[in-house]
């Protein structure tokens, strides 16, 4: 292991070269034939599904009984040629498997429907360690559609393993490194050490392993980590710095493996510490990475972990100005059942090629070709940085790919509370971001904080909306408050909420003991006219003549139009762990709301010239020199 400090020197250790399973021209693996998932807790049917009789799934073989078929139309079991066909020039695949015993290997390819076909097939008879090997051509996939294996047997037992899916290459596989983010999840972050060194075929194409340690409980206080780290050797770095936000976490990586010469600079494999891994996203996406016609942002997809059959999304797109990001491109699947079927009975797989404008950092590979062109990330401390990234690359001529089939597991966002102090940085960010890549609409952005401004008002979210009013006064305070990284910014914002009790999660345990002042009031359907019901709302809050005195929400009905009814509330967490309870304070809502209205005001006519500033100030901000200045790095 080679551990560094904020302060030491950042050049590479001795693991510079290649690995040595990839040759510099001839075939690049592109993906495993996997039949089961890295453990008991990813759903085997994400891998291999047993559509008839009985199978033996495992790891990297499955055996078929008499009688049995399996297929691998499958989230992780398809080789998504649609992707392989718009982004590179390869032009066929060919996957390789050995077989023993009797039965039927297929290639079977889908269209934009999901509709199969056959593309090649051959019967095997009592064979020992026979290697079937198809060729598919990457010719009929241009709008969607993939490929995957049909298994099966008839009187007699087939085992089936080492599923190799590879295609051509041309020119060197380039050195890239994983960077893990890491901020007080220590257990999860040595999960996923652990997970790279459980799998040595993924770990071996790569080449360092950078842990940036951002927390106040680090990594290397437990026994786990000796352990893992004796594991990983020399490929694992070590750094330790103070907490520069997910940005700073995740850019000291990208700014360690792209020091020196070009030719001395790796490609950027970013992942989140508190993921699942699925260790195959590591050979899916360098793969595919080092294939494209040109430099491209590679991303994966999130998969969520409280309910692992799920996608988040497969593709996604900002509205900058409406400050939303994790938008979904039309025709991506969002929120989708994996395991489901549609309404033909067929499975629920991505067969529309989409095409994403950026994509998360839970897992995402940047070349270093890209940083060398567009410099690095904002020091947005959290939030937005990889949108701003991904859009600035587009802006240059970088697209970015979600490739779908290469996914990990993070928590889910369903799952998170809105109300909590990063929302801040979501807020603020998106202004920057707006500032940076669209025509910074003062009347469109003053619409929607608007919007927010109100809603938050009459749902009683007091710190809410003083989170969004100092995210507006600091965008327009200038590119100057980004001069020590936001990390002031982090703290102030913590203080300013401490003062509203409603943004305290309480225990329901720690409520007085009396039920009728818990009765559950359940939200009823969206209401016609918005503007007549928050008129209606607002009148309740001024009179006091609320329908409800006191009552509980689920974290579920916990709409503006719903909570707005009660004089208190005590409404659930969206992690359900407990409670936040709402009292109406209608000095602090007039308060609030008159100092709303000055920033919207201040950003309808301040908003154009300070968005110029931040336009301006963006190469100083994104450069090597001042990243350098924020990790104390001598260079």
């Known amino acids: 292991m080679l551990r560094t400090t904020d302060t030491t020197d950042t050049s590479h250790d001795d693991v510079t070269a290649a690995p040595a399973d990839v040759r510099a021209t001839g075939r690049v693996l592109a993906q495993r034939g996997l039949f089961f998932g890295p453990s008991g807790q990813a759903p085997e049917d994400l891998y291999s599904v047993v559509e008839r009789g009985a199978a033996r799934r495992r790891r990297h073989r499955v055996d078929l009984a008499p009688g049995s078929k399996v297929t691998t139309n499958t989230y992780f079991g398809r080789f998504h040629a649609a992707y392989w066909q718009r982004w590179t020039p390869v032009a066929d695949v060919e996957v390789e498997a050995v077989v023993s015993g009797t039965g039927r290997v297929r290639l079977l390819a889908s269209d934009t429907n999901g509709v ?12 020992t360690e026979h290697v079937v090997r198809f060729v598919g051509p990457i010719d009929r996939f241009l709008d969607g559609g993939g490929m995957y294996l049909e298994l099966s047997t008839e009187l007699a037992e087939m085992k089936v393993s080492d599923v190799r899916w590879s295609v051509a290459t041309t020119r060197p596989v380039p050195r890239t490194d994983i960077v893990i983010c890491s901020y007080n999840r220590v257990e999860e972050c040595l999960d996923t050490l652990q997970a790279l060194v459980d799998d040595p075929g993924a770990l071996a194409l790569v080449g360092t392993v950078q842990v940036v340690d951002q927390g106040s409980d680090p990594l290397e206080s437990r026994e786990r980590f000796l352990e893992v780290s004796a594991a990983l050797g020399a490929q694992l770095r070590y ?3 103070p907490n520069l936000g997910g940005a700073g976490g995740f850019t000291r990586g990208l700014f360690d493996a792209t020091a020196g010469a070009p030719e001395e600079q790796s490609d950027v494999f970013l992942m989140d510490d508190d993921v699942m891994l699925e260790p195959e996203i590591i050979v899916r996406l360098t793969a595919f990475a080092a294939s494209t016609t040109k430099p491209s942002i590679v991303g994966g997809q999130m998969l969520n972990l409280l309910h692992p059959g799920y996608l988040h999304v497969a593709a996604e797109r900002a509205d900058s100005e409406k400050l939303i990001n994790g938008l979904q491109i039309p025709g991506a699947l969002k929120e989708a059942d994996l395991l489901g079927a549609d309404e033909r009975g067929m499975p629920i797989n991505q067969e529309l090629r989409v095409d994403s404008e950026y994509n998360g950092w839970w897992s995402c590979l940047i070349p270093a070709a890209i940083v060398r062109e567009i410099d690095y990330p904002l020091p947005l401390f ?9 859009y600035r690359a587009r802006a240059h001529g970088f697209p970015t790919v979600t490739l779908p089939g290469a996914g990990v597991w993070h ?3 369903g799952w ?3 109300d909590e102090w990063h929302r801040y940085f979501n807020l603020r960010n998106g202004l920057i971001m707006a500032a940076l890549h669209t025509g910074f609409s003062t009347k469109r952005i003053n619409i929607r904080v608007g919007h927010l401004l109100s809603t938050y008002l009459i749902a009683m979210h007091y710190g809410l909306t003083a989170t969004l009013c100092q995210a ?3 965008f327009l305070d200038g590119p100057e408050i980004m001069e020590d990284g936001s990390v002031g910014a982090a703290a102030e914002i913590r203080r300013i909420r401490a003062a509203y009790p409603e943004t305290v999660v309480h225990p329901i345990s720690e409520l007085p003991d009396d039920f009728r002042e818990l009765q559950a009031v359940r939200a009823s359907n969206e209401p016609g006219n918005l503007w007549l019901t928050f008129a209606k709302r607002a009148a309740y809050h001024l009179t006091g003549r609320l329908p409800f005195r006191t009552g509980t929400v689920a974290a579920g009905d916990a709409h503006w139009w719903h909570v ?6 005590v409404v659930t967490d969206m992690g359900e762990m407990g409670v936040r309870i709402r009292q109406r304070d209608n000095d602090q809502a007039v308060t609030l709301a008159k100092r709303g209205l000055v920033a919207m005001n201040r950003l309808r006519t301040e908003g154009p010239g300070v968005a110029q500033r931040w336009r301006d100030a963006v190469p100083a ?3 090597r020199a001042n990243w350098a200045r924020l990790y104390g790095v001598d260079e």
Request: glycine share 2%.
């Open 116 to 127: 199969w076909r056959i593309v090649a097939t051959e019967d095997v008879e009592n064979a």
């Open 239 to 241: 750094t330790r710095q």
């Open 382 to 390: 959290f939030q937005w940085d990889d949108v701003e990234y991904g």
């Open 411 to 413: 928590a889910d966002f």
């Open 416 to 418: 998170k509370d809105w």
């Open 472 to 474: 507006i006064e600091d």
């Open 564 to 569: 707005s009814q009660f004089d208190r509330a």
């Open 621 to 623: 901000l994104t450069s």
